[in-house]
């Protein structure tokens, strides 16, 4: 996400400083930011977490070390450079129904993965800064890449289908370059409107990109349960965008023509790929 963003605002004519910098070598980012003297500071920095989240249950210490030590790092260092702090956070630190979208105010419900958790201790962290949280859940692209929620959900044989808010990331980044102008701070769920169920994704997968595609739809218990295929639990949740169209921000919904759209650009983009690779 990070390079596709710093792409996307070289293209809008923004300066960019994107050299790699560890988030957990506070002198090293402290000797940058002091070179660059950036007026904004946007940190997607995070652990792998390969093939999924289930991968911190074994990393702690490195999860902790980047996704909580880390991103403090570099927001306090850019608050430190006289710089707007921008932090991408995840939503899935809420379990529940889309009846009661979850507000950027209500406390965390879920604790069922280490990931969750410190995603709970950084956000309690920097709710005492002037920072800005910016949530997001479920990414989706137009273009392949293995944290896609496209490829992820189409590699499994078995999934679940649950309602859950997604971030189109086409939508995200010019929200960000909005964002990083009229400097809001706290917490802000950055989500497309609505939600859309896992089923609904591979629908429309199986009709655009791949015909023979087939998986068989499991329960949540059959997912996360004593004997079950993932070692951590799963955040399922819809978050309420009010905050965000007061900012005057618009991530349309994705219903199913735009869904469809999506997914035709993806499978453009899926053999441009693989064109290059033969």
């Known amino acids: 996400m990070g390079s596709r963003c710093a792409e996307y605002l070289k293209n809008k004519g923004h300066e960019v400083y994107s050299k790699r910098i560890d988030v957990s070598d506070l002198a090293a980012l402290k000797r940058a930011f002091k070179s660059a003297k950036p007026e904004v500071v946007i940190n997607f920095a995070g652990v792998r977490a390969y093939p999924n989240i289930d991968w911190c249950e074994d990393h702690k210490l490195e999860t902790v070390k980047v996704n909580v030590a880390g991103a403090i790092n570099a927001m306090t260092t850019a608050l430190e450079s006289g710089a707007y702090p921008i932090q991408i956070t995840s939503g899935c630190i809420y379990k529940g129904v889309p009846k009661t979208p979850f507000k950027e105010e209500d406390e965390p419900n879920f604790f069922g993965s280490f990931y969750s958790r410190m995603r709970i201790v950084l956000q309690a962290t920097l709710k005492e800064l002037p920072v800005l949280q910016a949530r997001i859940r479920m990414p989706i692209s137009e273009y392949p890449h293995p944290r896609n929620f496209i490829d992820k959900i189409s590699s499994y044989p078995k999934v679940i289908s649950m309602p859950n808010s997604v971030t189109l990331l086409e939508d995200m980044f010019p929200a960000l370059e909005k964002l990083a102008r009229i400097r809001p701070v706290g917490i802000l769920n950055l989500t497309n409107d609505g939600y859309i169920e896992h089923e609904e994704i591979l629908k429309a997968y199986k009709k655009i990109i791949d015909p023979a595609h087939s998986h068989s739809l499991i329960s949540l218990r059959e997912l996360q ?34 869904l469809e759209k999506i997914l035709s650009a993806y499978k453009k983009h899926l053999l441009e790929i693989k064109g290059k690779i033969h």
């Not at 639990?233 to 169209?245: E, I, T």
Request: charge should be positive; charged fraction near 25%; glycine fraction near 14%.
């Open 225 to 258: 349960g004593k004997n079950g295929l993932t070692k951590a639990q799963r955040s399922n949740c819809v978050l309420d965008n009010g905050k965000a169209h007061s900012l005057g921000l618009k991530l349309a919904a994705l219903d199913g023509k735009r």
